[in-house]
Structure formats: structure tokens, C-alpha cells
């Protein structure tokens, strides 16, 4: 039932985001072909009419093509299919997990400890120069702002009450704390 009751928050707290053009469903630096299948979904589906298999296997690894309005018109059904489906859509989920937290340069070092010791040292070495360059850009923070910088106080707080109702339900899938550092870093304001 608490899920339920998230999901209405979600829908209602997002309820004066309008519906994206056709044209304005994917981001403007995406090439057509790379965002077909992607950009014929959205374009065919209300939000709440996706189902977990086209979030999985359509949308699921391509969160980054959303435009700007098309992420907000759709995350409260995303959001709401990662707590009510999460074996289904759990590599989606990890997706919309990182996406929730406001990224700092110092993450890079943090990602890179994930994989030392377990690939060869030339893989290492090559990972640490691509991901702090990836950091050091300031892109992942844009990004995140992109998404989340221009969101309404109730929009915000329907946003922390699923990150919670997610951290109970599935944190233990999530070992590095990740949905308390989301909120740290940014959702706690809506609190």
C-alpha cells in the first residue's frame, strides 16, 4: 500500500509537467538512429502505460537520452516502476539510483576503487584517466541539474519520499549506501 501511496505522490507532484512534442522527447545531442527505438517508445507510450519489459529493455541503460522535459514528464512512472518492479527492471533501477545523486569530482576515486585489484593495471590505470576526466568536466553535475535543478518543492519532496520508500524496500541491494548519499547531497533540502 505505501507504494501505492508514492506512486500517487509522484503523479500528483509532477501533474503540471506537460507532455513533450514528439520532437522534444530526446536530447538534442543524440543522433536519430542512436535514439530510434528509444524516441518510437516515448513517443507511442504515456508514462504510466510503460511496461517493466520496455523499461528494461528500451529505456533501461538509455536514462541519458531523455530531454530535459521528457525526464521530468516521465520520472514519476520510472520512479515508481524501480519500487514496484524492482526484479524486474533492478538494472534500471541501479540507473535512476545513480542518476539521484548530485555527482562531485571526489566520486571518481570512489568508482575506480570498485574495480582496482579485480582487471589488469593497464585497464585500471586507463579507467582512472577516463573517469576523472569525465568528473573533472563538470558534465555529470550539469547533468544532474538539468534534471533535478528546476524541480517545484513538491516535486522535490515527492522525489525524497520514494528515494525512502526505495531505501527500505531495496537498500540492501545498493552496498555502498548510495541512496543516503542522494539524500546528503541534495534531496534532504526537501525534507
Known amino acids: 500500500m505505501k507504494h501505492e501511496l508514492i506512486a500517487e505522490q509522484l ?8 507532455r513533450p512534442s514528439n520532437t522534444e522527447m530526446v536530447a538534442s545531442d543524440v543522433s536519430e ?3 530510434q527505438e528509444f524516441s518510437a517508445l516515448l513517443i507511442e507510450r ?7 519489459l520496455e523499461i528494461r529493455d528500451v529505456i533501461g541503460t538509455n536514462l541519458w ?3 530535459p522535459k521528457a525526464f521530468h514528464y516521465y520520472l514519476p512512472a520510472l520512479l515508481s516502476a524501480t519500487l514496484n518492479h524492482f526484479g524486474s527492471v533492478s538494472m534500471f533501477a541501479n540507473e535512476v539510483v545513480d542518476a539521484l545523486i548530485r555527482p562531485e569530482v571526489g566520486d571518481a576515486d570512489a568508482v575506480i576503487a570498485r574495480f582496482e585489484g579485480k582487471d589488469e593495471a593497464a585497464f585500471t590505470v586507463s579507467l582512472k584517466t577516463c573517469i576523472h576526466e569525465w568528473y573533472d568536466s563538470g558534465w555529470p553535475d550539469t547533468l544532474f541539474l538539468h534534471r533535478f535543478g528546476t524541480l517545484t518543492q513538491e516535486e522535490g519532496e515527492a522525489v525524497l519520499k520514494y528515494i525512502e520508500a526505495f531505501r527500505d524496500a531495496h537498500g540492501e541491494n545498493f552496498p555502498f549506501d548510495e541512496l543516503n548519499v542522494a539524500i546528503e547531497r541534495y534531496w534532504q533540502r526537501y525534507g
Open 33 to 35: 538512429y542512436e535514439a
Open 11 to 18: 503523479k500528483h507532484a509532477f501533474r503540471a509537467r506537460p
Open 46 to 52: 504515456e508514462p504510466w502505460s510503460l511496461t517493466p
Open 65 to 67: 537520452m531523455f530531454s
